[in-house]
């Protein structure tokens, strides 16, 4: 059985008004505290927050950073594993019977930053920028050739996968 | 301050005429109270928003100038361009007198609030008498542009702040009492001159009363039923847009100005420096030479505490509000009439003339 407590009107009365008191004090104390606690706004174009490490930006062609020769070698994997189908690669036969890369377009609008391209080139020639603000006023500015994603580098991008995790016999 | 004062009284004494000087001394002080008034309205929108935000961890408005101060600048520019749309079968005529009705009182009511020593429009004797009944009149333009708009939600709002405003005046009248026997004046500067020690160690539960019913007069969070968002629109100004918003808009900053204005006059010395009788000459001074400053620094703390309590308390029911007002406030500005008319008659430590 539980005991019902009997509270006459004006016990209610002054109960009433202690209780508001207090919960109003409580929130004021809250609000008071917050007023000087730090705020969560970032202030976006000024302060820019770090990006973490593996962030997947606007993409680029690399070229050597000593003798600026272009690190792919046109071996269209790239093209083949690109999900929207968007990379536009030619090449021809130099007379040296090497591979001549002649194009390397990409439409960073059709691109989903998906990264497959950079983890599957053999020789480390793409990698995935820190940048990500690339709206355009026009839609033909989406367009990036070679010379426009260059990124010169010191040494190639190989996509190191993680270990795998080791399974217990 | 002082010197300003004076620099003033001996360039009138040049003009000859009497009629002349007359006039001039009524409309210098009116518009430099007015221009003062109206330049730091934008300031307080500014300083409100930037205190909710801080209240809420965000940042507000920062962009515009320094911290963001001419945001409410642009804003006023932007709903000076607006269209002023009237609805369709509104009573155009109190449509348009409305919002002249709610800010031409809420501006009026500062000739009557001495700002510094000596800095004060006109020296009414019944000032305060005289400060209520202007200022009352605020809520019959709220229900003017409430029955005007031909929109349920205004009508609403309108007859909300009617029945609220019937409600708290009353407590308000009878609080400012106790502070009107203990100056034994109606008169602002007298008020302000009596007070050696300040009103709100003599009259704290006057105090808590006055400002909480002053609170719902300017129809404040979380006293706002007349304009309350998430039931009525915007209740009373659902249907305004334009510069007409802007005068709802910049009379509600004013109102909420002036209540800081009066605790601070009432109940915290107005424009006297803190403890200024005790400090001596120097205390003195600085109440004669910096009144004004002393005075604006007061009331934007009184309305910075209205912020923080918007940015806390959420709004009251309309049968709590009532339910507030008859059973808790009225009775206890009568207890407080009761206590201070004893001690006053008494007349015993801070109580004595």
Redesign the interface.
């Known amino acids: 059985m539980q005991k019902v407590e009997r509270v006459s009107a004006t016990g209610k009365y002054f109960k009433d008004l202690f209780d508001g008191i207090v919960a109003i004090y409580k929130g004021m104390r809250l609000t008071f505290i917050y007023m000087f606690a730090p705020k969560v706004t970032e202030i976006y174009p000024d302060v820019k927050r770090p990006l973490p490490q593996r962030f997947r930006g606007r993409f680029a062609f690399l070229y050597d950073k000593e003798d600026g020769h272009m690190l792919c070698i046109g071996c269209y994997a790239c093209v083949k594993v690109c999900p929207p189908q968007t990379i536009v690669l030619e090449t021809h036969k130099g007379e040296d019977k090497k591979i001549k890369v002649d194009k390397y377009d990409i439409n960073i609008g059709e691109c989903i930053s998906c990264s497959n391209c950079v983890e599957v080139c053999p020789v480390g020639a793409l990698e995935m920028t820190h940048e990500f603000e690339t709206a355009t006023f026009e839609q033909s500015d989406l367009f990036y050739d070679m010379h426009k994603l260059a990124k010169y580098v010191e040494k190639p991008n190989m996509y190191i996968p993680p270990e795998p995790p080791k399974i217990k016999k | 301050m002082e010197v300003l004062v004076q620099l003033y009284t001996a360039i009138l004494s040049l003009i000859p005429f009497e009629p002349v000087r007359n006039a001039i001394n009524m409309l210098v002080p009116t518009l430099a109270i007015a221009s003062m008034v109206l330049g730091i309205v934008f300031i307080l929108i500014w300083w409100e928003r930037r ?1 909710i ?7 507000g408005p ?1 962009r515009l100038g320094p911290g963001g101060i001419f945001q409410s600048f642009a804003d006023a520019l932007k709903v000076m361009l607006k269209e002023d749309i009237v609805t369709a079968d509104a009573d155009v005529i109190l449509f348009t007198i409305a919002p002249i009705l709610v800010f031409v009182p809420g501006l009026l009511v500062y000739s009557l609030v001495p700002v510094g020593n000596g800095m004060i429009v006109s020296n009414v004797n019944v000032a305060i008498f005289l400060f209520l009944a202007i200022s009352s009149i605020t809520t019959l333009g709220i229900l003017m542009a409430g029955w005007s708009s031909n929109n349920k939600y205004s009508l609403m709002g309108g007859i909300r702040a009617v029945a609220q405003a019937i409600s708290y005046e009353i407590p308000l009248l009878l609080s400012i009492v106790g502070v009107i026997m203990l100056a034994g004046s109606l008169s602002m500067v007298d008020i302000v001159q009596s007070q050696n020690v300040w009103n709100i160690v003599r009259q704290p539960l006057g105090f808590i009363i006055f400002f909480i019913c002053s609170l719902s007069e300017v129809n404040r969070i979380p006293f706002d039923l007349p304009e309350a968002e998430s039931e009525l629109v915007s209740g009373y100004n659902t249907e305004y847009s334009g510069f007409k918003f802007a005068m709802f808009f910049l009379a509600e900053y004013i109102n909420t100005f002036t209540l800081g204005a009066l605790c601070t006059t009432l109940f915290f010395g107005g424009w006297r420096f803190p403890f200024d009788n005790l400090l001596g000459d120097i205390g003195l001074q600085l109440t004669a030479q910096l009144g004004i400053v002393w005075f604006i620094l007061k009331t934007m703390f009184f309305f910075s505490v209205v912020v ?2 918007r ?3 959420p709004r009251v029911r309309t049968d709590q509000l009532m339910a507030f007002a008859w ?2 406030l009225l009775p206890a500005a009568l207890l407080n009439i009761f206590v201070t008319s004893i001690f006053a008659a008494i007349g015993f430590g801070v109580f004595s003339r």
């Open positions: 205190l935000a801080f209240v809420q961890a965000r940042l920062n923080w309590i940015g806390t308390l059973k808790y």
